[in-house]
């Protein structure tokens, strides 16, 4: 077995996303019915839920692209090197995002994730859970 020094990429899961066709119905399900506690709402277009021990979100969205993984990592624009020199491809990217920096890579056999770092913070809410700004705003 090779010893391996490298400090691990991926910091943790930040969140599984899970397309629905219709938001509302999708908080139905996932939080009415299996009881996952709603984080955050961004109007129609997506919702953010707590898994029962873990960090990560499943994250519910309208948008039809698919079953998605992201990946929290230190910086992105560091991440995405590792991950070229790797053997790795980039999709598109880096650019900004609300909380950070992102980036759509893909592996060696098209498994494709995306990488996002938290440098701008976490998303603020009001009351009633839906998105404010970024903590840093």
């Known amino acids: 077995m090779r010893e391996n020094n490298k400090k691990p990429l991926f910091r943790k899961v930040d ?3 899970i397309p629905v066709t219709d938001l509302q119905d ?8 299996l009881g ?11 919702a953010g839920l707590k898994l029962a021990n873990d960090e990560s979100e499943i994250v519910l ?3 039809p692209k698919g079953l998605e993984i992201d990946f929290t990592v ?3 624009a560091d991440a995405v090197k590792q991950f070229v020199n790797a053997g790795g491809t980039i999709v598109y990217g880096p650019f ?3 909380i950070g920096k992102c980036a ?12 996002l770092d938290i440098s ?6 009001d009351s009633d859970k839906n998105v404010i700004n970024s903590i840093s705003d």
């Open 15 to 17: 969140c599984i996303r």
């Open 26 to 33: 999708g908080l139905k399900f996932y939080r009415d019915e």
């Open 36 to 46: 996952h506690e709603l984080i955050w709402r961004n109007s129609e277009k997506g």
């Open 61 to 63: 969205y309208t948008d």
């Open 74 to 76: 230190d910086n992105v």
């Open 96 to 98: 900004d995002i609300r």
């Open 104 to 115: 759509v890579v893909k592996d060696p056999w098209e498994n494709q994730y995306i990488l």
């Open 120 to 125: 701008k913070g976490l998303l603020k809410t």
